[in-house]
């Protein structure tokens, strides 16, 4: 396991905004708040979302789309460097009206109400591609 | 996307009461703390629980009731002001004993063990009712 | 409901190690950084996981394995002393490749990748026996 101590550099709150993309908009908090590394919570609803499930044996990413509206019930998920650009690595549980739960990587979902906690850190992060995984990994 | 920069005022831990509201012990919580603003993370199980799904179309919560004990794997949210009390506005994931999840907005639940990290912000949060939604929002 | 004020010792990003057990890596976390009180949150994939439920009248924990791999789309939990120990309490949503979430207490899991925050408090929190639940309980 590797760690690193950090330091926060500010915390913020965030309402997002109806009809934008759920991970665009945090990554949109990171730029403006110029966050090279940070931790974030979220909860809301979606009007639909892709969620991504990642191939361990083939090392690729499936996707499952629901075109529905949905409750985010728990949103986690952090803000690193990746290919030059912020990327917010996005885990959510969604759920339907009977309860039922959902969830995935959050690749893209359209924002029906969203509220965000993001905590960003001096230390910037940086994804590099991890052989074992094949995927880009961050320390 | 609106955001806002905040100061923490506190931080704390809190284990809820065996047999009281998991809500309202969040809520009874943020009283005693004297916070207006804050983003809480808990876990434990429930005896029930009642949790709402938004319906987007209708702008109408509807409510599922689950009288049964579960886990609750993740709970995330965060206090604000509403109609002058302190709101927890709180999502939470829950569990059966098969690991089956259901999820939402959690409107009630009967505590069984709770452990909950709040953290309180200098700047406090007013929902105030927001048009396109029909909902209480914050910023 | 009993709760602390609390004071940040230190806070920690991670990566897990593949093939390590997910909850012993967040205890060796805490180890390295002398964490005896924490809150955590996570987010990855794992490659089986063991998904413990609390059965409340027999005051019991049940067990569900999981031999497939899974997402990690949230995870929650809290570091103590237990027994002498640090043990970290872990609560996970777990998801398939369909979007069908699982969740409840991880016991046990196989790391594919994780990604860790923890935030570490000056003031330790202790696990004792509790007669209503029969579960170790701090505060």
């Known amino acids: 396991m590797n760690y690193r101590a950090v330091e926060v550099a500010g915390e913020y709150v965030a309402s997002l905004d109806n009809?934008?993309?759920?991970?665009?908009?945090?990554?949109?908090?990171?730029?403006?708040?110029?966050?090279?590394?940070?931790w974030?919570?979220?909860?809301?609803?979606?009007?639909?979302?892709?969620?991504?499930?990642?191939?361990?044996?083939?090392?690729?990413?499936?996707?499952?789309?629901?075109?529905?509206?949905?409750?985010?019930?728990?949103?986690?998920?952090?803000?690193?460097?990746?290919?030059?650009?912020?990327?917010?690595?996005?885990?959510?549980?969604?759920?339907?009206r009977s309860g039922q739960a959902l969830a995935g990587h959050l690749n893209a979902a359209t924002v029906f109400a969203g509220e965000v906690y993001l905590r960003a850190f001096e230390e910037p992060l940086e994804r590099e591609h991890d052989e074992v995984t094949d995927l880009d990994l961050w320390l």
């Open 19 to 38: 009809g934008a993309d759920w991970r665009e908009e945090i990554e949109s908090l990171a730029d403006k708040v110029e966050a090279d590394a940070a």
């Open 40 to 96: 974030f919570n979220a909860m809301g609803a979606v009007q639909d979302a892709e969620v991504w499930f990642y191939d361990q044996d083939d090392q690729e990413y499936r996707s499952v789309a629901f075109d529905e509206p949905l409750e985010v019930a728990a949103c986690v998920g952090n803000v690193a460097r990746l290919d030059g650009e912020r990327f917010a690595h996005t885990h959510a549980v969604l759920s339907r």
